[in-house]
């Protein structure tokens, strides 16, 4: 929960401002710790009308920042996904003025999937990627040219997003989902306190000199979605829903559903939890969805 998270964290020196290109479900959790530790930030989003939106930065409608959003900026966050045509939005229309900036830090959320497929094995920050999807190739473009763009930044590469109004338990409200069996198939998780978190303590290394360039940010726990989805039942008292094996279930799925089950992989955190020493709020998905639980039972009263 953000109250806990505000608690254990240090907020940037005085003086700092932070800049989060893209505040989605990661940037909008980011902005509101920062902010609760008392730090200035803003926040883009493509739409005024959408929560959160201090900025307005379009990619696909030319909507571009003007150079006042930069004045005093120290830290930028990108969580804005590739182009269609695997070009990075922020880079294509603002590297320049990022680059004319005294910037302390900069951070680009990625993805795990440019590991792409390594059967079940741990996957860590030194394996070479291998991306198989098309999504993920673009994604690898994104890393390459931001390593390449002269900026003080490091990669934090992510596995599936879950946290409070996003997680099984919505899936299992539904009545729509599947215990999906495919056996020795797991999927690495990451809740969004987490990224948050840890991303506040990349920052803080780094500032004392510790900054590998690309950090995997994941819990402690690969788990086949079956047993997700299994405990957020059991949370929710809802009878489980129906088991289908994965060749029937795969019939009916969409290309890029399947395209999450061709893939198998544990992401490995030791050199965030071991090395960088940052400790996980929510170690495995069973203590992440109960904190889901208790903040979707506390936005409801
Ligand atoms: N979801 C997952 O499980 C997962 C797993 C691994 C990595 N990731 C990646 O990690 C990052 C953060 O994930 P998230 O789930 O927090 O993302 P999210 O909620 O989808 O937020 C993405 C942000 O990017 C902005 N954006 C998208 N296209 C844009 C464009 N063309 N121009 C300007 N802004 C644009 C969105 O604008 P609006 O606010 O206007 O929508 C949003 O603020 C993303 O890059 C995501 O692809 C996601």
Known sequence: MLKELVKRSRPLPSGSKL??????????????LMRSLGNEVLCTRRDNQKPGADLIFNSSTNQILPETAFEGVTHVLSCIPPSPKGEDPVLIHLQNQLKQLKLKWVGYLSTTGVYGDSGGSWVKESDTPKPQQERSKRRLSCEIAWQLSGLPVQ???????????RSALESIKSGKCK?????????????VDDI???????????SKGWSPQIINVADDKPISNKDVLLYAAKLLA??????????????????????????????????????????????????????CLLQDNFNQN
């Not at 990669?155 to 109004?165: A, D, V």
């Not at 215990?179 to 990451?190: A, E, H, M, Y």
């Not at 948050?196 to 780094?206: F, K, M, N, R, S």
Request: aromatic share 8%; with cysteine; net charge positive.
């Open 179 to 191: 215990l999906i069996d495919k056996p020795g198939q797991v999927f690495s998780r990451i809740h």
């Open 238 to 291: 809802i009878s489980n829903p129906p088991l289908q094996p994965f060749k029937i279930a795969a019939k009916t799925m969409s290309p890029m559903a399947l395209s999450f089950w061709e893939e198998n992989r544990r992401v490995s955190n030791e050199l965030l939890c071991q090395t960088l020493g940052y400790k996980l709020m929510h170690p495995d998905f069973k203590v992440g969805l109960e904190d």
């Open 155 to 165: 990669i934090i590469r992510l596995p599936g997003i879950y946290g409070p109004g």
């Open 19 to 32: 800049l989060i290109m893209g505040g989605g479900f990661s940037g909008q959790h980011f902005a509101a």
């Open 196 to 206: 948050a978190g840890a991303t506040l303590h990349i920052i803080h290394q780094a």
